[in-house]
């Protein structure tokens, strides 16, 4: 139950922490029409987030009572528990703390200029395009329903991505450099998403869960062809940075959640 | 009075809920509406449940449908009313109905033609006849519109900027 709990809330923090990173550029775009093309992603990847911490907090609060009290190192999800409220899908991500958060580091890493975030969107999105397809599989029937209606929001993600990495490459010295420069920095976090956590792990062997490092070939087959076509060169490095999945994350994390959580922290249970 | 409640009365009356975002399309001209169930209690009180399944993970229509749909039902006489959300199948334009399709372009908007699994090949977009004058000689201005739901485009005969209603 646990492991089931903690998977789909790997898959709701990926969503959330790139959707809240990508919504910070609204009315930063460099053009009106990418501002709206970056908020309008974002949106679907919060709405993803919104279905899965749905059935997060469903799952959560199946667990029986005392052992619900001890799933989570966060003072202010766990004084709500212990009241003997039942969770709700907002309490799982604005009252859980930074050391309870399951996503990859890939998903926290800053915008930086929009050659950064477009290559931390292009391996996201070509990563959960190849996930959702398996996903819409799986045993769970709310997972499989939640892929399968994600899987064509993502498909138009990555769709954007990557014609961006090609227009960025292909494009000018200056873009060219810039999106090198982005892929080059960004890369050492996009091997941890085929880094099966426990909660993967146990979650592939009920029929749940996907088996995340087998997409690695297919991946990495789709990301040669954008680069090729880009005039982009992969990396040399092959050691990768980890730790998100174990909910150990780069400073980054907390001054988003300071800023996504700031409202329900200084006004519980506030509605607009 | 409450004998009097059907099924079809209830699809009657959903025909007056229209999308906030674009008035001039009904709930079941989206083709969002999956089911409607009517339960009498020995009292007499019936309580809807209506079966919707939302367009895009994120649109913040979803809602407010929810909400003019319990209030439509709510004042004919519904004691109850429950909204369920389906995710699966997963909703597409092409369940638009043709009707709706026309009120679209009615309305100025370019309605969704091609079929949601014919997917487009990257660099390539969508030609849509400007819902103004009819010409085919249009351009995209932008794939991501002021909702998730719609794309701009320009059209190159009569100048006016449109939007397209994407297909998904």
Redesign the interface.
């Known amino acids: 139950m646990l492991d089931h709990l903690f998977y789909t809330l790997q898959l709701a923090d990926n969503a959330l922490i790139l959707g809240h990173r990508l919504g910070e550029w609204c009315g930063h775009g460099p053009v009106l029409e990418q501002d709206i093309a970056l908020t309008n992603i974002s949106l679907d990847h919060i709405g993803q987030a919104r279905s899965l911490y749905q059935h997060a907090a469903h799952l959560t609060n199946e667990i029986p009572q005392e052992q619900r009290a001890k799933i989570f190192q966060s003072v202010t999800l766990n004084n709500k528990i212990n009241s003997g409220e039942l969770l709700q899908e907002d309490d799982l991500p604005y009252l859980r703390d930074a050391w309870d958060f399951r996503n990859a580091l890939l998903t926290e890493q800053p915008n930086g200029d929009w050659a950064y975030t477009v290559a931390r969107s292009f391996f996201y999105d070509v990563f959960y395009f190849l996930y959702y397809t398996k996903l819409k599989d799986s045993k769970d029937a709310q997972l499989a329903a939640i892929a399968e209606k994600s899987l064509k929001e993502v498909a138009y993600h990555q769709r954007w991505s990557s014609e961006w990495m090609i227009r960025l490459g292909d494009g000018t010295e200056e873009s060219k450099t810039r999106i090198q420069n982005a892929v080059n920095d960004y890369w050492q976090y996009s091997g941890e998403l085929f880094v099966m956590s426990d909660a993967e792990n146990a979650m592939l062997k009920k029929g749940i869960g996907v088996d995340a490092a087998a997409l690695k070939p297919e991946w990495d087959a789709k990301v040669e062809a954008i680069f090729k076509e880009a005039t982009l060169s992969i990396p040399e490095e092959k050691w990768m940075q980890k730790g998100g999945k174990q909910c150990r994350h780069s400073e980054h994390l907390g001054f988003i959640l300071a800023e996504l959580q700031y409202m329900q922290r200084a006004y519980p249970g506030m509605e607009w | 009075m409450s004998n009097a409640i059907t099924t079809e009365k209830v699809y009657d009356w959903l025909q007056g809920v229209t999308d906030p975002e674009v008035p001039v399309l009904t709930v079941l001209d989206m083709g969002i509406i999956r089911d409607v169930q009517l339960d009498t209690d020995e009292k007499g009180s019936v309580t809807a449940t209506v079966v919707i399944t939302?367009t895009?993970?994120?649109?913040?229509a979803m809602d407010v449908i929810g909400m003019n749909i319990r209030m439509a039902l709510l004042s004919r006489g519904i004691t109850k009313v429950n909204i369920e959300q389906?995710?699966?199948?997963?909703?597409?334009t092409d369940w638009m109905s043709e009707e709706g399709k026309q009120k679209l372009k009615e309305y100025g908007i370019a309605p969704p033609e091609r079929k949601?699994d014919d997917?487009?090949d990257?660099?390539e977009d969508d030609s849509v006849a400007c819902p103004r004058c009819g010409s085919e000689d249009t351009e995209l201005?932008?794939?991501?519109?002021?909702t998730?739901c719609k794309s701009?485009y320009r059209c190159l005969s009569c100048k006016e900027p449109f939007e397209h209603f994407k297909c998904?």
């Open positions: 939302p895009y993970s994120g649109c913040p389906q995710l699966s199948p997963a909703w597409t949601s997917a487009l990257m660099f201005v932008s794939r991501f519109g002021p998730a701009l998904h």
